[in-house]
C-alpha cells in the first residue's frame, strides 16, 4: 500500500501538469519510449529542455535515435519514424526573405 500511494498522487496530478508548462516526453512524442527504463525517460526529458543550441541538440537527438533503433533490433520490433524535430525550436531566427522580382 506504501508503494501505491505516490503513484496514486503522481496520477491525479498529471492532468494539471500535462496542460501547461514546458515540454513532456510521452510516448506520442519520443522515439522508443517503450524501449526506455523510466530512470532514462527522465533523463532525457530533462536533457531535451536543457539544450541551448540546434547543434548540441540535433547531436543528443540523432544518437537517441541511434540507440533506439538498436534496441529494437535487438528486440525484433520496428520503431515508427520520427514525426517531428524538437531540437527545431533552437534554429536560428530565419531574417526577412527576400523577393525575387
Known sequence: MKRLLP???LLALAPAAAGSGPWRASET???GW???TPEERIE???R???FRTYAECRSYQLEHHRLMEERARQRGL???GGRR???EH???AAGPRQHAD
Request: charged fraction near 15%.
Open 7 to 9: 503513484v496514486v498522487l
Open 29 to 31: 512524442n519520443t522515439r
Open 34 to 36: 517503450q524501449l526506455m
Open 44 to 46: 532525457h526529458q530533462a
Open 48 to 50: 531535451i529542455r536543457g
Open 78 to 80: 520496428e520503431l515508427p
Open 85 to 87: 524535430d524538437i531540437c
Open 90 to 92: 533552437l534554429q536560428p
